[in-house]
């Protein structure tokens, strides 16, 4: 090779290999973490081996089948575990469901017998022909639920004034960066070898820029932290839990206690009559949500009631009547929640009404 394909062959590589090590310091971990660790992990396992494929047999095209056909097995789990991951890290998921591990089961059944009827050694014509396209199906499919599952995320980012939240943009980037991966497979189908080193290049470079960003956001705890259970497997039953949200849900709407602006945790579980660590379980673990954001969806719903049926008050004076301690507070709450500012939402409002 010449000093050209040696740099090629060094910068394709290099991604791969750092992409192993991290994928099993993340699958050996994940219990610390929870399952969007795990399966990031294995998202990152299953994209090491396609591309750690995709380098070796541009460079050694009488590379044994055997390796030719780990590679594509790999494909077939790339879009699952990035739907997966993307679904457990918006869901805060501490374990995987009983539901995903049955998908991966038949996804490992499915592509396992198909490698032992029809190995890609002694049916080639059958493995490019159909079986390659069959994974890549797969692929595609799964990549698009993981876009179902993020679209409250794609479509907040088509409005001008959206700002993205650490983990948001952790999320979008993971997404797309397997888009263009998926993308460069499927045109290299057409276009060959012109296109087909791309993927592992697209792979090294956005695996270091990836974790750039995480260590400029490392205070953020990206990518994985924001998932943990702060009690691990000691959620509420939910026989226990629904009755003591749903009175919650009616001491905060008939009480509207949230306009208290000095309500504290401890305030609202003598309440309920129960402990604040209690509640403090029943709000993280049983609604995923912290007791700051509880509140404040409380807070900003009501704050976007009085804006529309009562035109006669200030808007600061509709953040205080909330709860809101300051209107900076009120102003950069209502944005994230809504979307917009309560002038522009305001705004909006009396245009529809006119």
Same mark, same amino acid.
């Given at each position: ?29 994940? $219990? ?25 047999? +541009? ?27 993307? &679904? ?40 490019? $022909? ?24 794609? =479509? ?28 460069? +497979? ?33 205070? &953020?705890?990206?990518?994985?932290? &924001? ?7 000691? $959620? ?9 949200? $749903? ?64 035109? &006669? ?21 209502? =944005? ?19």
């Amino acid at each position: 090779m010449d000093i050209s394909q040696q740099l090629l062959f060094f910068f394709s590589a290099l991604g791969v290999f750092n992409g192993f090590l991290l994928a099993f310091f993340f699958i050996a971990s994940w $219990k610390k973490r929870g399952a969007p660790q795990l399966f990031f992990g294995f998202l990152l396992l299953m994209l090491s081996i396609r591309i750690g494929k995709s380098v070796f047999y +541009y460079f050694l095209r009488d590379l044994p089948k055997i390796y030719l056909q780990i590679g594509l097995s790999a494909c077939f789990f790339i879009g699952p575990f990035l739907w997966f991951y993307l &679904h457990s890290s918006i869901k805060q998921q501490s374990l995987p469901t009983r539901s995903q591990k049955l998908h991966v089961s038949i996804l490992a059944l499915t592509i396992v017998g198909i490698g032992v009827y029809y190995p890609y050694a002694g049916y080639p014509e059958i493995w490019n $022909k159909y079986i390659a396209q069959f994974i890549y199906g797969v692929w595609l499919t799964y990549l698009l639920l993981a876009t179902y599952t993020l679209w409250p995320t794609l =479509k907040k980012g088509m409005k001008v004034t959206t700002s993205f939240s650490p983990t948001e943009k952790w999320l979008l980037m993971v997404w797309g960066i397997n888009m263009l991966i998926a993308f460069n +497979y499927q045109a290299a189908l057409h276009f060959k070898a012109k296109v087909y080193i791309l993927g592992p290049l697209i792979f090294s470079f956005s695996f270091y820029g990836l974790g750039i960003y995480l260590l400029v956001n490392r205070k &953020h705890g990206l990518p994985l932290s &924001h998932v943990t259970r702060k009690y691990g497997n000691k $959620k509420i039953q939910e026989e226990k839990a629904n009755p003591l949200v $749903k009175q919650l849900q009616t001491i905060m709407e008939q009480e509207q206690l949230y306009r208290n602006s000095k309500l504290k945790l401890q305030d609202l579980a003598t309440r309920l009559s129960i402990s604040p660590h209690q509640l403090s379980q029943l709000l993280n673990d049983n609604l995923g949500k912290s007791f700051n954001t509880f509140i404040n969806e409380y807070r900003v719903k009501d704050a976007c009631r009085q804006i529309s049926e009562l035109e &006669h008050l200030s808007l600061e004076g509709i953040g205080f009547e909330v709860g809101f301690s300051s209107k900076s507070t009120f102003y950069a709450t209502f =944005k994230k929640m809504v979307g917009t500012t309560p002038a522009k939402y305001k705004a909006k409002q009396q245009e529809t009404a006119s």
